[in-house]
């Protein structure tokens, strides 16, 4: 019975500490290893040359589109200077970038495509 005491609240610490960390923590690592952040697609357009970090890193913060046709500011990084005029499909978890790809227009929702041209 007391094992089952200590397991509920080490589990009742964990279930606060996360939730604190959604409310209050806003960082890539908090927002990457925090399961209760879902992982959303943001649509965002290259229109700038990338900030150069070092030798083969550069850096880009652009306002993008969500599903849901709001505006979010992202930054993240690629291993080579991206294609003025690309869009790109970004996967994250508030200000974690998970992974970027490039498609097409027409492979983004409606709102991305009319805000984004």
Do not use: C
Request: no cysteine.
């Amino acid at each position: 019975m007391k094992a089952l005491k200590i397991t509920i609240g080490i589990l009742f610490a964990a279930v606060i500490i996360a939730l604190t960390m959604t409310l209050f923590v806003k960082n890539e690592l908090a927002d990457m290893l925090n399961p209760f952040i879902p992982h959303k697609d943001v649509f965002v357009k290259i229109d700038q040359v990338g900030k150069k970090l070092d030798q083969s890193t550069y850096e880009y913060s652009l306002e993008g589109i969500n599903e849901d046709g709001k505006k979010i500011k992202i930054t993240f990084t690629a291993s080579k200077q991206l294609r003025e005029g690309a869009y790109l499909k970004v996967d994250t978890k508030r200000t974690y970038v998970k992974s970027w790809e490039e498609v097409q227009p027409n492979d983004m929702p409606t709102v991305a495509q009319k805000k984004l041209k």
